[in-house]
């Protein structure tokens, strides 16, 4: 069975246009092309990556924290209470108002103790400021050198400048040393972030995340396979040119340099605007699209390909919409940009507000027992405000 669904699924009338196929791409008169099973190198490459990533965080990452100085925000510590802590890991960690009611008679706290309770011990599960500025620094090193490797790997190649180029003489494309190390190492990143997602600060859109990971794995992977390699080169050129500016104002904003951070933001969101939401779509999905159409009838691995590209397309329209919330706290009167995606902590400061609304509430409930208008009774209202 598993024979069958292999031929199946590497049937060559899937991947290629009519009349091409898996023959095409064998090693011939000294020219080297892709093959699936190269792909097995990325995870020792993944492997090696967690392990370095760990070794990093742990050194580097620590020593830029301190030159930068990032500082822990200290959080006040929820006192042990078995009842509460056993509904917090078990239940909920936000209980309703009727849940309140019940657990303030279970505890003999007061509404608003437990409402703090619950904030305070939500908070001891947040990632620290340290743990995320490890994350950031560490996708700052790797994005920037893939982006420098990449420019370096592609600045001499004609179809960085041409975009038909990359499609001339497919499938039979000569695979380039430089071409083989930018793939192998952005795909070995990419399965080593699936690996460690779930240890990671979980955001707002880590759903995203997740569909942007595989999706990317899969395009790469595919792209490998079916020699689509200078188009791949291309994506992942794009993609890298904005992620590392993005990290980099996270570290910033991390250790409190909020101007050069909010600057570095302005770069990034104009650079993320015209590589994805411009070069991306119109110029490289323009020519996967339109172009080989030209030379062959649409196939199958034509279709899925482009798929590819359109769910990272509307990944990058989600994002960019993140983007210009964010940017909005540029307006006068905001001074602090702040990841739209994060999880904010929860401080003691609104602890001031709740205790007001209840005094508010407590006030209304007066006032509709027996309000009083010009400090008599409703009844008796008749006297003057100089009385």
């Not at 009519?18 to 699936?36: E, N, V």
Request: charged fraction near 20%; aromatic fraction near 16%.
């Amino acid at each position: 069975m598993l024979a069958h669904l292999s031929a199946w699924f590497w049937d060559e009338r899937l991947w290629f246009p009519s009349g091409l196929g898996w023959a095409d791409l064998q090693d011939r008169d000294g020219h080297s092309y892709a093959k699936g099973s190269d792909l097995w190198v990325t995870l020792p490459i993944a492997l090696a990556f967690l392990i370095i990533r760990q070794i990093f965080e742990r050194s580097v990452a620590l020593w830029l924290a301190s030159v930068l100085g990032v500082r822990e925000r200290v959080r006040v510590q929820a006192t042990s209470d078995p009842t509460l802590e056993a509904y917090f890991c078990n239940t909920s960690k936000h209980p309703a108002q009727s849940t309140l009611e019940s657990l303030s008679k279970q505890t003999g706290c007061t509404e608003l103790q437990i409402q703090r309770w619950f904030r305070r011990r939500r908070n001891q599960e947040r990632p620290n400021q340290i743990k995320k500025f490890k994350e950031a620094s560490w996708r700052f090193i790797f994005y920037l050198l893939a982006f420098l490797a990449g420019l370096v790997a592609l600045v001499d190649k004609p179809w960085l400048y041409k975009m038909e180029e990359m499609w001339k003489g497919f499938p039979t494309l000569t695979l380039l040393p430089s071409q083989y190390w930018y793939y192998m190492i952005e795909l070995g990143f990419y399965i080593s972030l699936l690996f460690s997602v779930a240890s990671d600060v979980k955001r707002k859109d880590f759903k995203e995340q997740i569909v942007h990971h595989v999706a990317t794995i899969l395009l790469i992977s595919f792209s490998w396979c079916v020699n689509y390699i200078r188009a791949g080169t291309l994506i992942m050129l794009v993609h890298d040119a904005s992620d590392y500016l993005l990290e980099s104002a996270k570290m910033f904003n991390y250790a409190g340099w909020r101007k050069t951070c909010n600057y570095i933001f302005i770069v990034f969101a104009a650079v993320f605007f015209i590589t994805r939401l411009v070069i991306f779509p119109f110029w490289i999905m323009h020519c996967t699209w339109v172009y080989p159409v030209t030379i062959y009838p649409p196939f199958f691995g034509y279709y899925f390909f482009n798929g590819l590209l359109l769910v990272l397309q509307c990944l990058h329209i989600f994002w960019f919409a993140l983007i210009l919330r964010m940017a909005i706290k540029f307006l006068p009167g905001n001074h602090i940009v702040e990841d739209e995606r994060s999880d904010r902590e929860e401080t003691d400061n609104s602890e001031e507000e709740e205790e007001a609304a209840g005094h508010r509430k407590e006030g209304q409930a007066k006032m509709e027992n027996g309000p009083l208008q010009n400090g008599h009774s409703p009844t008796n209202n008749h006297h003057r405000k100089t009385e």
